[in-house]
């Protein structure tokens, strides 16, 4: 059963940048897609960008589209989310999250069709 935590969050200013990872462990991340959400106060948790099991391919939210980077590092056992040109409206917790029930090259941005959480990782961009 993979487990996945994710680490490097933290305070910046707008138009800055973030690197947060997710790392795996109990199983081979590569075999399972992979979901980055955001949580901000008061709000919905919501899908920002996921990559199919078989697929190289991100899709993303259009509010996070060309600002922010899914990559995967499969010798690590790893997958980032590069941030980049943040604003406030970023600020939240960001959750990654596993699955393995759909086909290889899908992956669903809604939240509560993925199994595997971690426990996520606080984003705070001050403007």
């Known amino acids: 059963q993979l487990h996945v935590a994710e680490s490097g969050g933290g305070l910046v200013q707008a138009g800055g940048s973030l690197r947060l990872a997710c790392a795996g462990s109990g199983g081979m991340m590569g075999n399972y897609a992979i979901g980055w959400f955001r949580q901000a106060p008061g709000s919905e948790r919501e899908g920002l960008a996921c990559v199919g099991y078989g697929d190289d391919y991100p899709f993303y939210q259009r509010s996070v589209e060309g600002r922010f980077t899914l990559t995967r590092d499969n010798g690590k056992n790893m997958v980032y989310l590069q941030m980049d040109n943040l604003k406030s409206d970023d600020t939240g917790t960001y959750y990654c999250?596993?699955?393995?029930?759909?086909?290889?090259?899908?992956?669903?941005?809604?939240?509560?069709?993925?199994?595997?959480w971690g426990q996520g990782t606080q984003v705070t961009v001050s403007s």
């Open positions: 999250a596993a699955d393995r029930q759909w086909e290889p090259d899908k992956c669903p941005l809604g939240w509560q069709l993925w199994d595997t």
